[in-house]
């Protein structure tokens, strides 16, 4: 996804001057009709704030650049790099002059073509607002642990987008994805495109090994598809893969908390059997639906909070630690509690679902 980006006048001048301003005599301003006598020089009206604040006065002789018009053609050259960068963008896609890491990642369509067209959604739609970003790591490997819901996974791409356009860095986030991901059409070109990969230990390992940033959701279908009664409820996290990954690579977890994805497709019912047949995990009855068609599948315009929490450390622990089931367990419960907490927190604070 490595991407579409304020002279000072001396003793004698100033007391003559500040007489005349003071009304001494011929200091009169002249009236609009009223002409000065020649050789007469008249008084121009003073400022609030003094003779300094009219800042300095050059001489007669001093050669100072007076300002120029805009002409607006810088506005033209930047027009014509657009779109020099846009046809070199096109030369290197039909020329097959690019380049992809061992996962199929196009940071280049990325930042230029994908995000630009993520980011209208972020930025109007939904309105992102991103808390503690900081806690991201500048370099090196770390793994994001988030909640996941919504029904469909728009809340790893917003989050994904977080990171993108909001760290200090200018860091990129690879997304751990189901199965499901990469057997749709289309949409598996577009995920390894972004970057995702499939969600598997040995995938993960490799990514935090080359100081890459991670993105999980443990809940998996069991957040995403939930009902709408069970909103901002936590599912199970799993065994706590993801925890082992990273004590193996000694990177930190940072706990990520979304509030707002929940409710853009309120599942309130489940087709069973229709998902079955189509190979999915479920298949939604929202109020929308499949009752309106394709108008249905809008999602509503709610207002999100992505937050970031404090990082818990891995490197402190022995290489072993990773096979220890009770560390596992216990290191899985705290981050799935602090992103509970945090969303309880976010939802105290939340005026309404859409502003």
């Not at 009206?45 to 100072?64: F, K, L, Q, W, Y």
């Not at 760290?167 to 690879?174: E, K």
């Not at 999980?216 to 893969?241: A, S, T």
């Not at 004590?247 to 489940?270: D, F, H, K, Q, W």
Request: charged share 25%; aromatic share 8%.
């Amino acid at each position: 996804m490595a991407d579409a980006k304020v002279i000072p006048f001396d003793d004698d001048r100033s007391r003559g001057g500040a007489a005349r301003r003071r009304g001494g005599p011929g200091s009169r301003p002249k009236g609009a009709g009223e002409q000065a006598p020649a050789g007469e020089v008249q008084a121009l009206p003073v400022r609030d704030g003094g003779p300094e604040a009219r800042g300095p006065v050059p001489d007669e002789d001093e050669n100072v650049p007076s300002p120029q018009p805009a002409t607006g053609d810088g506005a033209g050259e930047g027009l014509e790099e657009r779109i020099a960068r846009g046809l070199a963008f096109l030369r290197r896609r039909l020329t097959g002059e690019y380049e992809v890491d061992d996962f199929g990642y196009d940071a280049e369509l990325t930042d230029q073509v994908l995000m630009s067209v993520l980011r209208p959604m972020y930025e109007k739609y939904f309105r992102v607002e991103v808390k503690g970003v900081e806690n991201i790591p500048s370099e090196g490997g770390a793994l994001i642990v988030a909640n996941h819901s919504g029904t469909l996974p728009l809340d790893g791409l917003m989050m994904q987008v977080a990171v993108h356009d909001h760290h200090p860095a200018g860091r990129h986030l690879r997304l751990l994805a189901a199965d499901l991901v990469f057997v749709l059409p289309v949409v598996n070109e577009l995920a390894r495109k972004l970057g995702h990969t499939l969600a598997c230990a040995e995938d993960a390992a490799r990514l935090l090994g080359q100081g890459e940033l991670v993105g999980v959701m443990p809940e998996g279908f069991k957040g995403l598809g939930k009902p709408f009664g069970d909103r901002y409820k936590l599912q199970r996290f799993g065994r706590g893969g993801f925890v082992s990954t990273a004590l193996r690579a000694g990177t930190p977890i940072v706990p990520c908390s979304i509030v707002g994805a929940e409710e853009i497709y309120p599942m309130i019912g489940n087709a069973r059997t229709l998902a079955r047949l189509l190979g999915f995990p479920y298949f939604p009855l929202t109020p929308t639906f499949p009752w309106l068609g394709p108008l249905g599948a809008v999602p509503l315009p709610t207002k999100w909070t992505i937050q970031f929490g404090e990082p818990i450390p891995t490197d402190g622990y022995p290489p072993e630690a990773a096979e220890d089931p009770m560390l596992m367990f216990n290191l899985t419960d705290q981050v799935r509690e602090q992103i509970q907490h945090t969303l309880y927190k976010l939802l105290v604070q939340r005026r309404s679902v859409f502003f």
